[in-house]
């Protein structure tokens, strides 16, 4: 009988003869480091959001609150990323899947102000052709 080898860490295999890999963490640790580049920025921008989205549920466990922005920053909430706007005539909404927030001042502090998603939103309320970025 043939030897085999796992394809990830090389010891000898035993067992069925369609192994390929002594576990399942040979198997995800050869999965990692053979992904392309690409497919590796897409899982960390996944994780990020999906971060994101855990950070707003958590400190928005009833519909709506308030949370200073440095508190979520300090978790590790990423602002530079969210899956879609709702922009309105003096803000703007980000969200991370169901939940966002809209940057808002109270007495000099960036706050955020935590909204879970509502009907409403989801129509599309402006022209992504006609945005004006101030800076
Ligand atoms: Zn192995």
């Known amino acids: ?9 090389s010891k000898e295999l035993v067992g069925r003869s369609d192994k390929k890999f002594c576990d399942t963490e040979c ?7 053979n992904r392309p580049l690409h497919e590796i920025s897409i899982q960390k921008i996944n994780s990020a959001l999906r971060k994101n989205r855990s950070l707003l549920a958590h ?3 009833s519909g709506k609150s308030t949370v200073k922005k440095e508190v979520l920053i300090k978790q ?3 602002i530079d990323l969210f899956t879609h706007m709702y922009p309105f005539k003096t803000g703007a909404y980000f969200f991370c899947y169901e939940f966002g927030y809209l940057p808002i001042k109270e007495n000099g502090v960036d706050k955020m102000l935590i909204v ?5 939103m989801n ?7 006609s945005i ?3 800076k």
């Open 1 to 9: 009988m043939k030897m085999k080898f796992c394809l990830s860490c």
């Open 27 to 33: 198997r995800s640790t050869y999965h990692n480091t």
């Open 59 to 61: 400190f928005c466990p």
């Open 76 to 78: 590790g909430y990423r």
């Open 116 to 120: 879970h998603q509502q009907e409403y």
């Open 123 to 129: 129509n599309l309320t402006y022209n992504p052709w």
């Open 132 to 134: 004006k970025i101030t």
